[in-house]
């Protein structure tokens, strides 16, 4: 049954309704409603004019809330579920909601009057419904809700149509089952991004846009439908600027269950684990109707024990949901570097007040692994490692090359050294400078900064325990000179590769 009712209008009451509204008003009070007409739309705004294309027009929302309305039978969000503007022609305009549970709609028209509608007769089922007879210009706050409190948060289907009512029943209508949102999630969305952010423009080009990354980490998420282990800080961060009439695609591919969880600019959560227009268990969110600003993204894993070991990609797409599944990219993602391995030019042991300082060696820079600790394009397994007896005093790892390099190193306790370009050396080499080095094992990365320099660049790592005041003279003879390891480097390949090198002696 649809129940019609005034309330404030927007624009201050109309004079044509004071009468018939002060009578309402004393039966249903204003602040007996707990929804807001100026919050801001969990879903967005959506402009559409007479002949809309596709019509139907359909959101995936998420339906029901803790708000109980009390001239609407259900429970609702406070703030609408979506903003509709709408410019009218000759055409009725039907607005209902499809779910796999009993819903309800309530809708504040451009004058202020409350429609509130539960099963309308117009499905077999509990779908809702309202047909709009002469609808008026302007805008439509729309909420969809639950009749029952224990189904709050379940996915829906809003419809927007100027289909004839009678071909409402023969629409084959999708059921959402996609986006769970919450409002109440301890993920850091202040914390700088594990992968950066972007800013994107409508119509932005390459379409899609792609970060790899690894997925998951050590929280656990159970609530309001998003479920996973995610790292506290955002995987990575888009400033999205809308238009009109473009849709926009979030969505993420790994070999592994992967789940989607993104703060939305207006604060609230939407989360994905299975998306059923891809394969596997990939997750994606489709935002129909997008609006402009800060989207904090988080890819996790549905098991703990795929957290962090978990290569992903994550993809932003203005292109139609029919063409994410074709899009395959995974195809030629970086893989993650692996500490484990075994070193590419062998392992040096070197003691307290070792001769040669610095010691030296050649090796290739770059390759098409990543670190999730430092910047840079590295090859999977250490370039070098070292084994420290190291007592005192401190420790310097420095990279010279022809072009921007960058190093990563860990050592026996796990922490990570990056750097990218130090002011101690000239142009864009990198160093690394422990005031205070421990004894065991460093494992060594040289990189590239960039992914689109050829991997297997020549370059010459430098360890030294002079401070690094002194790198620029130290280095200056050293980058001229053979080193003490044969290393012939040939058309970019390794010809041949040191065994362990002992240098000064240990102590015992």
């Known amino acids: 049954m649809t129940r019609r009712f005034l309330t404030q209008s927007r624009l201050g009451n109309k004079q044509s309704s ?7 008003l004393s039966i249903f009070p204003i602040q007996a409603f707990s929804q807001s007409i100026f919050g801001d739309p969990v879903y967005g705004n959506l402009d559409l004019q007479q002949g809309f294309s596709p019509d139907p027009n359909i959101s995936d929302v998420q339906a029901g809330g803790s708000q109980e309305f009390s001239e609407c039978v259900g429970y609702f969000t406070s703030d609408p579920t979506l903003n509709l ?19 309800t709609i309530a809708v504040n028209n451009p ?27 302007g805008i439509y706050n729309i909420w969809v809700g639950t009749y029952s409190s224990s189904s709050a948060s379940s996915a829906a289907s809003l419809v927007i149509t100027e289909l004839d009512k009678s071909d409402w ?55 309001s439908g998003c479920h996973g282990y ?24 790994a070999n592994a269950d992967t789940t989607l969880a993104i703060n939305i600019p207006n604060g609230k959560w939407v989360c994905n684990d299975d998306f059923e227009s891809l394969a596997a268990s990939n997750p994606g969110i489709l935002f129909e109707a997008p609006v402009s600003g800060s989207y904090s993204i988080w890819v996790g894993t549905y098991s703990q024990s795929d957290a962090l070991e978990t290569n992903a990609v994550l993809a932003i797409t203005e292109l139609d949901v029919s063409e994410w599944e074709g899009m395959d990219i995974l195809a030629g993602t970086t893989g993650t570097i692996d500490p484990e391995g075994e070193p590419n030019f062998g392992v040096v042991d070197l ?48 990279g010279i090359s022809q072009t921007d390099t ?57 360890i030294s325990q002079q401070p690094r005041g002194d790198w620029l003279t130290m280095l200056n003879p050293q980058t001229e000179t053979e080193t003490e390891t044969e290393i012939e480097i040939v058309d970019n390949s390794i010809q041949a590769r040191p065994a362990a090198v002992q240098f000064g002696s240990k102590n015992n």
């Open 18 to 24: 004071l009468l018939f509204l002060s009578c309402v």
């Open 85 to 103: 503007n709408y410019e009218p022609g000759s055409y009725d305009l039907g607005i209902f909601a499809k779910s796999q549970v009993d819903l």
């Open 111 to 137: 004058s202020g009057e409350w429609l509130c509608n539960d099963d309308s007769g117009f499905f077999s089922g509990d779908s809702p419904a309202l047909l709009l007879q002469d609808p008026q210009q």
């Open 169 to 223: 029943a023969g629409l084959d209508i999708p059921i959402n089952t996609s986006a769970n949102t919450s409002s109440s999630i301890d993920l850091d969305v202040t914390a700088e991004p594990n992968y950066g952010n972007e800013r994107l423009e409508y119509g932005f080009s390459p379409d899609p846009f792609l970060v790899e990354l690894l997925a998951g980490g050590s929280f656990e998420l159970d609530v």
């Open 230 to 253: 995610f790292s506290s800080a955002a995987d990575f961060k888009l400033d999205y600027e809308a238009n009109v009439g473009t849709q926009l695609g979030i969505f993420a591919e």
């Open 351 to 398: 003691a307290s007040d070792f001769t040669p300082d610095p010691y030296s060696i050649r090796v290739l820079a770059g390759g098409s692994s990543q670190s999730t600790q430092c910047e840079g394009y590295f090859s999977e397994n250490p370039a070098l490692n070292l084994d420290s007896n190291i007592s005192s005093g401190s420790l310097s790892i420095i």
């Open 406 to 462: 960058t190093l990563a190193v860990t050592d026996a306790a796990g922490n990570w050294y990056c750097n990218d370009d130090t002011d101690f050396l000239k142009d864009t080499n990198p160093g690394i400078y422990i005031e205070q080095a421990s004894q065991g094992l460093y494992k060594i990365w040289i990189g590239t900064y960039s992914s689109e320099v050829d991997a297997q660049i020549p370059a010459q790592l430098f």
